[in-house]
C-alpha cells in the first residue's frame, strides 16, 4: 500500500468517526449554550438509534426495493423525534422542576439503553436488530471522480454523512448570526438579563434541549448505520466521549468541527494503526484508544480557569430570584 | 425531618413502581402483576428461600459500599460519576492480588482487599486533584476517568496471561486465600454467596457515619457540601476537604469491587470480570443507592437492601417471560423522581402548611 492509499484509507475512517461525533457534540452545545447541562447524550443516542433503526428493519423487510438513501433520511427524521422526545425528560426536570441536571441526566442515561432493550426484547426476544448495510452511495457523479479529496469524501459514503457537514455548517449560522442563536447564548450566559429585556428563559431552554435531543438521537443513528450491520443496545460510550468533543470544542461550532476530527482521527487510528509502518509491531490500540480521553482532561486542565463554559450552565433559572 | 427524607424516598419508589408496572402491562397485561408480586417478595418466597436470601445478603454488601462511595461525595457537595471507574480499579487490584499474593497466606483476602481500598482511592484522588487545583468539574473528569480506567484495566489484564483466560474473555480464578471468608454462614445459608463482606460493609457503614456525624473533619466536609464559600471563609480548607472526600469516595468504591469479585459465588466457581468494552454497572447502581438513602450512611444500607432486593426480584421475574431490563428501567424511574423529590417534598409542606390555621 503506497502513502496515498494509506492516507486516503485513514481518512476515510477519520470521517467515519468523526461525523456521529460532530452531530452529537453540536447537539451538546445547543442544550448547554442554553444553560442546560446535558450529560445524557449517550442514552439519547441509544433511543434515537433504536427507534430507527427498528423503522429501517421493519422497510427493509417488507418493502423491498425502498430507496436507500430515502430510507436512511426518514429513519433520520425518525432518531431525531424520539431523540427529543427522550430530552424533553431532562427539560422537563431540569427547567420546570429545577432538579439538579446532572442526576436527571444520569436517569435517562440509565433509563435509555434498559428501556429499549426491554422494547426490543419483548417483541423479538434478542436485543440485536439487523439491518442490511446498503446506504453507501459508491461514487457521487463528477465530485467523486476529483482526486484525493473525491476518493476521500465523495466515495463510499452514506448521505448521513452529508447531512452531518451540512448540521455543522447550519449551527455556526444559527449560533453566531441568528436572533435564536444569541438569545440562546443569552439566556446560558446570564439568563435574569435576558429575561429582563422580555426573552423566555424557559422557553429557550426546552428548545435547546430539544434540538438536543435531536442532534443526538441522530447521531445515534449515524453511529450505528455506520459502525455496524445491528443495533445492539449500546453506543460504545460515543455519548460521553460527544462530550468531552462538545468541552474541547470550547461550546463554540467551529471548533467542535476540528475537536470532533481529531477525536475521530484518534478512533481511526486506534483501529487502523497496525496498517501504518511505523507503527508496524507495536501495540498502540490502547494508547489511541485512550487518548482523546487523556487529550480531554489536559485540555481541561488549561482551559478550566479559564472556561469558556456558559456562565449559567447547569443552574436552575426561578423567575423569582431576578 | 427525618420523617420528610423517607416519606419523599417511599414517594420516587411508588413513582418508579409505577412507572415499571404500566411499562409491564403494555408489554404483556397478564404477566404484569404477577411478575410485579414476584419482584417485590415472591421470588424469595420459595423452597431455595436460604439460599436466595444468602445471595440477596452477600449482594446487599458491595452496594452498600458503592451507595456509601456516591453518598459521601453527595455531602461534600461533590457527584462521584465515577464509582464505576474506582470500582473497576478496585476490583482489579483486589483480582492482581488475589492472583499474584499467594506467599501471603491465609491473609492473602486481605491484603487484597486493602490493594482494592487504595486503588479506589488512588481514582478518585485524580479528579479531586483535578477539581481542587485545576477547577475541572468533577463529573466530566470522572467520566473521561471511567473509560480510562475500563480500558487501561482491560489492556493490564489481556496482556497478561496469569490473569487473563482467553478462551472465556474473562479473568482466570484467584487463589482460595483470597476469597473472603464465608465461616459457617455459607452452611447456614444453604451453599449461598454469602460471605464475611456483609459484615465488612456494615463495619465500613458504622465508620462513615461515625466521621461524618462525629468528627470535626467529618462536619468541616459537610460543611464544603453545604457552601463551600462560607465554609472557606470561616477557615476550612475547602481544597483538602475537597480531595479527602473524593479519596474516601474512590476508596469505597475501590472496596465494593473487591467485595463482588473476592468472593466464591453460589457455585464454587467465584465472581471473574468479564473483559469487555462497557462500563461496569455497579458504579451507577451506587447512585440511585445514594439518592434513595439520602447520602445518610444507615438509609443508604436499607436502600441498598431494597435496589438488591429488586434485582434479584427481577432476574427471577424472567421465569414469566417478562425481561429482565425492566428492573434497570425501574432503577432509572427511582433515580429520576428522587432528582426532583426534594422539590416535591417542599410543595407538600408548603400545601400542608397552607391548610394549617
Known amino acids: 500500500m503506497n502513502f496515498m492509499e494509506l492516507f486516503i484509507l485513514i481518512a476515510n475512517s477519520t470521517l467515519f468517526f468523526t461525523v456521529p461525533l460532530l452531530i452529537t457534540a453540536l447537539g451538546g452545545m445547543f442544550a448547554e449554550k442554553s444553560g442546560v447541562v446535558n450529560i445524557s447524550l449517550e442514552g439519547t443516542m441509544v433511543f434515537g438509534s433504536f427507534f430507527s433503526i427498528l423503522f429501517i428493519n421493519f422497510i427493509q423487510e417488507n418493502v423491498p426495493g425502498f430507496n436507500p438513501s430515502l430510507l436512511l433520511l426518514v429513519a433520520a427524521i425518525i432518531a431525531a423525534i424520539t431523540g427529543s422526545l427522550l430530552s424533553s425528560l431532562l427539560a422537563f426536570s431540569a427547567v420546570n422542576l429545577k432538579a439538579n441536571q446532572v442526576i436527571g441526566g444520569t436517569a435517562i442515561n440509565l433509563f435509555a439503553a434498559p428501556m429499549v432493550i426491554f422494547i426490543a426484547r419483548t417483541l423479538n426476544n434478542v436485543k440485536n436488530i439487523p439491518f442490511d448495510q446498503d446506504f453507501n452511495i459508491q461514487k457521487v457523479p463528477l465530485l467523486g471522480d476529483i482526486p484525493v479529496v473525491g476518493e476521500i469524501l465523495f466515495q463510499d459514503i452514506n448521505i448521513l454523512s452529508f447531512l452531518g457537514y451540512f448540521i455543522a455548517f447550519i449551527a455556526v449560522i444559527v449560533i453566531y448570526k441568528t436572533r435564536f442563536g444569541l438569545r440562546l447564548s443569552a ?3 446570564h439568563p435574569s438579563a435576558a429575561d429582563t429585556v422580555g426573552i423566555n428563559v424557559y422557553k429557550m431552554r426546552w428548545i435547546g434541549t430539544l434540538i438536543s435531543g435531536a442532534l443526538a438521537g441522530l447521531g445515534g443513528l449515524v453511529f450505528v ?14 455519548g460521553f466521549l460527544a462530550l468531552a468533543v462538545m468541552i474541547f470544542g470550547q461550546w463554540k461550532p467551529e471548533k467542535i468541527f476540528f475537536a470532533s476530527l481529531f477525536f475521530g482521527l484518534m478512533n481511526a487510528l ?11 509491531g507495536l501495540s498502540l490500540g490502547y494508547f489511541f484508544t485512550v487518548l482523546p480521553y487523556i487529550a480531554t482532561l489536559v485540555a481541561l486542565m488549561l482551559t478550566s480557569k479559564k472556561s469558556r463554559a456558559p456562565k449559567a450552565e447547569g443552574i436552575p433559572y426561578d423567575k423569582g430570584s431576578r | 425531618m427525618k420523617n420528610q427524607a423517607f416519606i419523599s424516598s417511599v414517594v420516587a419508589i411508588l413513582l418508579g413502581l409505577i412507572f415499571g408496572l404500566i411499562i409491564m402491562i403494555i408489554a404483556n397485561p397478564f404477566t404484569a402483576f404477577p411478575g410485579l408480586l414476584t419482584m417485590m417478595g415472591g421470588w424469595l418466597a420459595h423452597q431455595d428461600f436460604l439460599r436466595r436470601l ?13 451507595g456509601l462511595s456516591v453518598g459521601f461525595a453527595f455531602k461534600t457537595g461533590l457527584f462521584n460519576i465515577g464509582a464505576t471507574g474506582q470500582y473497576t480499579l478496585g476490583m482489579f487490584a483486589a483480582i492482581f492480588v488475589g492472583i499474584y499474593g499467594t506467599f501471603l497466606g491465609p491473609t492473602q483476602w486481605i491484603f487484597a482487599f486493602l490493594a482494592a481500598i487504595i486503588f479506589g482511592a488512588l481514582w478518585g484522588l485524580l479528579p479531586g486533584l483535578l477539581k481542587a487545583y485545576f477547577n475541572v468539574h468533577e463529573v466530566i473528569s470522572s467520566i473521561m476517568l471511567n473509560y480510562i480506567g475500563m480500558y487501561t484495566v482491560n489492556n493490564l489484564i489481556q496482556g497478561d496471561a496469569n490473569l487473563f483466560n482467553v478462551a472465556f474473555s474473562k479473568t482466570k480464578a484467584i487463589n482460595l486465600n483470597a476469597y473472603i471468608p464465608t465461616t459457617i454462614l455459607r452452611d447456614v445459608f444453604d451453599r449461598s454467596a454469602i460471605d464475611l463482606g456483609i459484615l465488612i460493609a456494615i463495619g465500613i457503614t458504622l465508620i462513615i457515619y461515625f466521621v461524618l456525624y462525629k468528627t470535626t473533619f467529618g462536619f468541616e ?3 464544603v457540601g453545604s457552601n463551600r464559600f462560607a465554609a472557606k471563609y470561616s477557615g476550612i480548607k475547602e481544597n483538602r476537604s475537597l480531595i479527602l472526600s473524593m479519596v474516601i469516595s474512590g476508596a469505597l468504591a475501590g472496596a465494593a469491587g473487591a467485595l463482588y469479585f473476592l468472593a466464591k459465588g453460589s457455585v464454587n466457581s467465584g465472581n471473574q470480570y468479564s473483559v469487555g468494552n462497557e462500563l461496569l454497572t455497579a458504579g451507577f447502581d451506587g447512585i440511585a443507592v445514594a439518592l434513595l438513602g439520602q447520602s445518610h450512611p444507615f438509609g443508604i444500607v436499607l436502600s441498598a437492601f431494597f435496589i438488591s432486593f429488586i434485582q434479584r426480584g427481577g432476574y427471577f421475574m424472567q421465569t414469566l417471560g417478562i425481561k429482565v431490563e425492566i428492573i434497570d428501567v425501574i432503577i432509572a424511574a427511582i433515580i429520576y423522581t428522587s432528582a426532583m423529590a426534594m422539590l416535591v417534598k417542599d410543595k407538600l409542606i408548603k400545601i400542608l402548611k397552607r391548610k394549617q390555621p
Open chain 2, 221 to 223: 466536609l459537610q460543611a
Open chain 2, 54 to 66: 444468602g445471595d440477596l445478603i452477600f449482594l446487599t454488601g458491595p452496594m452498600i459500599l458503592t
Open chain 1, 225 to 238: 448505520v455506520s459502525s455496524s450491520v445491528t443495533f445492539s443496545g449500546q453506543v460504545g460510550g460515543y
Open chain 1, 187 to 189: 439566556v446560558g450566559e
Open chain 1, 270 to 280: 486506534s483501529v487502523k494503526y497496525t496498517l501504518i509502518p511505523w507503527f508496524d
